[in-house]
């Protein structure tokens, strides 16, 4: 399944698909021999790559009990909000005025995701979680100090399953797609400033408004 890549990196991206959109939900303990079977390999490169994800806060491990899900916690994602929308205006600064080949990707990206995302359907949470982490992709993927663009996208990231879940649980993305457009605008047309302080806002409102979807208090870990 994943011989033609490094086996680590595609083990982890596979994990953090599973993370997001709920196949391996919230509070659980991960079964390694079980979820090595279903990937097709051993339980080494499994464990290492969830030693990985660990280091990064999307795992937690329990000593000589192995893996768990982080349980959705509302206080979670508040606080990985608050901390995004002060670091990734600045990330955005120091791209900006963006050349036109990324103005039309930011353009595609949205025309592209509208449909689903504000359709109805059982794609829409997945299409809410990958519009919202590939428009900060986009936005800061350009940028030239790489601690500050890494730490803005492991804060996207981490929000992905909070993202999704909360629209499975009621979110209405059309304030939130109706102010990307806003940005994409100040963006095309090279309003730094603007386009920073919009972004800051952008995220603060979204994050409330999606936060009231989610669970708090976090529950207890489960076996599976």
């Not at 995004?84 to 600045?90: E, Q, S, T």
């Not at 359709?119 to 100090?145: H, K, Y």
Request: proline share 8%; hydrophobic share 40%; aromatic share 6%.
């Amino acid at each position: 399944m994943f011989e033609r890549q490094p086996l680590r990196q595609a083990v982890q991206r596979e994990i953090l698909a599973r993370l997001s959109d709920g196949r391996l939900p919230a509070g659980i303990r991960i079964n390694e021999t079980h979820l090595s079977a279903d990937l097709g390999i051993s339980r080494t490169p499994l464990r290492e790559a969830m030693l990985h994800l660990e280091a990064g806060g999307f795992l937690q491990s329990d000593l000589g009990k192995g893996f768990l899900v982080p349980p959705l916690s509302r206080k979670e994602f508040a606080g990985l909000q608050e901390v995004l929308a002060r670091l990734a205006p600045l990330a955005l600064t120091t791209v900006m005025p963006f050349p036109g080949q990324r103005v039309m990707e930011l353009n595609n990206l949205l025309s592209r995701s509208k449909m689903q995302v504000l359709r109805p359907g059982p794609d829409q949470a997945t299409a809410l979680m990958e519009l919202v982490f590939r428009w900060g992709l986009l936005l800061v993927e350009s940028c030239p100090n790489a601690v500050l663009r890494q730490d803005v996208l492991r804060l996207e990231a981490l929000s992905r399953r909070y993202w999704f879940t909360a629209q499975r649980a009621g979110f209405t993305p059309d304030p939130l797609v109706a102010s990307m457009d806003e940005m994409y605008e100040l963006v095309r047309t090279g309003q730094s400033a603007r386009a920073a302080s919009h972004w800051s806002d952008h995220i603060l409102r979204s994050a409330q408004e999606a936060g009231r979807m989610l669970p708090d208090p976090a529950p207890r870990p489960s076996s599976s």
